[in-house]
């Protein structure tokens, strides 16, 4: 595909002195840091730069590094990074190939109206459909941004890294504690777990139908209870609504009260992306090459910023990974991520 070597993070770490290489000796470089935040280790001499990945394609063709680690796992195929138009998804090409030619069906059918107003805004959104389709299976913002990144890479002819988490055992960890996470926040908002004590119990014994003179609440407040146990059911969600909730962005402020070693963890989600942090620097940190790239991309809702301050804040030292990130699982006989 045009590389100099593809390696991923197991390739990185793939020996017992890689796996417990965890101290990060790395000096922030005083000099220009134009380009990111640039970090030095003062016994190889190697440099890491640290940039945003909508700069990182400039950045690749003008810092020319030997190694360029993404922020993509395993599971990303090069394919779908050969070109500007390769699409990202292979089933999507052909959900796109079915709309079209269904589409195209429809229009030319006795079924699409005779009304030359109607047929005439029949076909516009179809057009518009198939084309936000097309847009995002070929075209979209954030893949081709990735793009560019990897077409950057294979110009300088440099070596590919995909140090990240394995993207399906990530979403497998998140879907793992997403249910303790909506269970804590219930019970820290709500108090009980559910409020059925006061819901049904009262009802059932009649008593949710007090007189006025012996209870100040209606008997509508009283049924009303019942209504916000319900609502607390359909609050606690499961592992399948993961993704539809809106996490608020965390600030620097967020990521840095710490009361141990950096731990600033309120979840276990955060515990699992902060981990995610601790490999990334790691891959860095056992990296070969004399001027090594990264591609910092948003993790979750940590923004890409904060990402490169984590980051820099373990390959200097100021936070400890305190274990290694990978380690192999004998049970399931795999590699994968220590939480």
């Known amino acids: 595909f045009g590389y100099k070597s593809v390696s991923t993070c197991v390739d990185i770490i793939n020996n017992e002195n890689t796996i417990e290489n965890i101290e990060m000796n790395w000096k922030i470089n005083s000099g220009d840091n134009t380009k990111g935040i640039i ?82 805004m029949t076909a516009a959104g179809l057009f518009a459909l198939n084309g936000t389709f097309l847009f995002r299976t070929f075209m979209h913002p954030q893949d081709q941004s990735l793009k560019k990144v990897f077409g950057a890479t294979r110009k300088v002819k440099a070596d590919l890294v995909l140090g990240d988490w394995l993207l399906e055992d990530y979403d497998e960890r998140l879907n ?118 990264m591609s910092v991309n948003d993790i979750d809702n940590i923004k890409s910023s904060i990402v490169s301050t984590l980051l820099q804040r373990r390959l200097t030292g100021d936070i400890s990974i305190n274990r290694p990130a990978l380690k192999y699982d004998a049970y399931y006989e795999r590699v994968q991520v220590d939480i």
């Open 39 to 120: 970090l030095q280790n003062e016994n190889t001499m190697q440099e890491i730069c640290l940039v945003d990945q909508g700069s990182a394609a400039d950045t690749i063709k003008n810092w020319a590094p030997s190694t360029v680690v993404i922020q993509c796992g395993a599971e990303k195929l090069l394919s779908q990074m050969k070109s500007s138009l390769s699409p990202t998804n292979r089933t999507d090409v052909y959900g796109c190939g079915v709309s079209l030619a269904w589409s195209t069906a429809f229009l030319l059918s006795p079924l699409c109206p005779a009304n030359i107003i109607l047929s005439t």
């Open 176 to 293: 793992q504690v997403s249910y303790f996470d909506e269970l804590s926040d219930n019970i820290n908002n709500n108090g009980p777990m559910l409020g059925v004590g006061d819901a049904l119990t009262k009802i059932a014994d009649g008593d949710g139908y007090e007189s006025m003179r012996d209870n100040t609440r209606s008997a509508r407040d009283q049924i009303g209870t019942f209504d916000e146990f319900m609502k607390n059911v359909r609050n606690l969600g499961s592992g399948t609504m993961l993704h539809q909730k809106v996490l608020p962005d965390l600030s620097i402020d967020d990521v840095s009260k710490s009361t141990n070693n950096g731990e600033w963890m309120k979840s276990y989600r955060d515990a699992i992306n902060n981990r995610r942090i601790d490999l990334l620097a790691q891959v860095l940190n056992n990296c070969e090459g004399d001027k090594i790239l």
